[in-house]
């Protein structure tokens, strides 16, 4: 694949212009951190974002990863997807946050591999608001638990949530978002925890989620190109499926 690196640096600055224009429209005078979602994309694609000055990769499937990660030194690598429990010996150490621990299980199976490694995983628990069964992540309703179990881990650090938003015009998913930024109030407040992340808002709702709190957001399509998005700051509809 030929990398068109003048046409990746142009939509990286156009993303960046519209995360700091949504960040202004609200007051807010914190950052909000890029994460690239590159599952698709061959290692010279990552070389290229990387050099157009984002640090912060993403992948959601283990075996496609791995020769990436062997391939691309300096990347500050995130896990997005659906992990595992038999694949998290792969995952930890390697990777800057795993955005989608959602289950008990998972929780110990990282916590076992961290303690065995000798190192600190930072972690986000995924939240399934819409409760749509295609998608991972814990139901509102278990959060606290699994928090609390998290928080009780020495190995993990659970710094805050992630959430996809549904499919939907622009007024759903913003309440999407605004609803998890409150959860993550509530469980923080109630928990006696830090939670500071919300990792929300993909590339045709991101600047919705960062007017309602996102502090990371995920995109692919915005950067590498594909199938169009909706920009969900007019109105549209969301795209079937998780991609960034």
Same mark, same amino acid.
């Given at each position: 694949?030929?990398?068109?690196?003048?046409?990746?640096?142009?939509?990286?600055?156009?993303?960046?212009?519209?995360?700091?224009?949504?960040?202004?429209?609200?007051?807010?005078?914190?950052?909000?951190?890029?994460?690239?979602?590159?599952?698709?994309?061959? +290692?010279?694609?990552?070389?290229?974002?990387?050099? +157009?000055?984002?640090?912060?990769?993403?992948?959601?499937?283990?075996?496609?990863?791995?020769?990436?990660?062997?391939?691309?030194?300096?990347?500050?690598?995130?896990?997005?997807?659906?992990?595992?429990?038999?694949?998290?010996?792969?995952?930890?150490?390697?990777?800057?946050?795993?955005?989608?621990?959602?289950?008990?299980?998972?929780?110990?199976?990282?916590?076992?591999? +961290?303690?065995?490694?000798?190192?600190?995983?930072?972690?986000?628990?995924?939240?399934?608001?819409?409760?749509?069964?295609?998608?991972?992540?814990?139901?509102?309703?278990?959060?606290?638990?699994?928090?609390?179990?998290?928080?009780?881990?020495?190995?993990?650090?659970?710094?805050?949530?992630?959430?996809?938003?549904?499919?939907?015009?622009?007024?759903?998913?913003?309440?999407?978002?605004?609803?998890?930024?409150?959860?993550?109030?509530?469980?923080?407040?109630?928990?006696?925890?830090?939670?500071?992340?919300?990792?929300?808002?993909?590339?045709?709702?991101?600047?919705?989620?960062?007017?309602?709190?996102?502090?990371?957001?995920?995109?692919?399509?915005?950067?590498?190109?594909?199938?169009?998005?909706?920009?969900?700051?007019?109105?549209?509809?969301?795209?079937?499926?998780?991609?960034?």
């Amino acid at each position: 694949m030929t990398v068109d690196e003048q046409e990746l640096a142009r939509a990286v600055s156009v993303v960046r212009r519209r995360i700091q224009e949504a960040l202004e429209r609200v007051g807010r005078r914190d950052s909000v951190r890029l994460v690239a979602v590159t599952k698709g994309q061959p +290692a010279a694609m990552v070389q290229a974002v990387l050099r +157009a000055g984002v640090q912060d990769v993403a992948e959601n499937r283990v075996q496609q990863w791995l020769p990436k990660l062997a391939a691309v030194p300096g990347a500050r690598w995130h896990f997005v997807g659906r992990l595992q429990s038999n694949k998290v010996h792969a995952v930890v150490g390697r990777v800057a946050l795993v955005h989608s621990v959602d289950r008990p299980s998972l929780a110990q199976a990282l916590q076992r591999v +961290a303690e065995r490694q000798g190192v600190i995983q930072p972690v986000l628990v995924q939240v399934n608001l819409a409760r749509n069964s295609g998608q991972g992540g814990v139901l509102p309703e278990a959060g606290p638990e699994l928090l609390g179990l998290l928080a009780r881990m020495p190995h993990l650090r659970v710094l805050g949530l992630m959430t996809i938003a549904p499919r939907g015009g622009s007024a759903e998913v913003r309440a999407h978002f605004a609803a998890l930024r409150r959860l993550r109030d509530d469980w923080a407040h109630r928990l006696g925890l830090e939670l500071p992340e919300l990792s929300m808002g993909m590339s045709e709702d991101y600047p919705l989620a960062v007017e309602e709190g996102a502090t990371m957001v995920r995109i692919g399509r915005a950067l590498f190109g594909g199938e169009a998005a909706p920009d969900l700051c007019g109105e549209g509809k969301r795209p079937q499926g998780g991609e960034a």
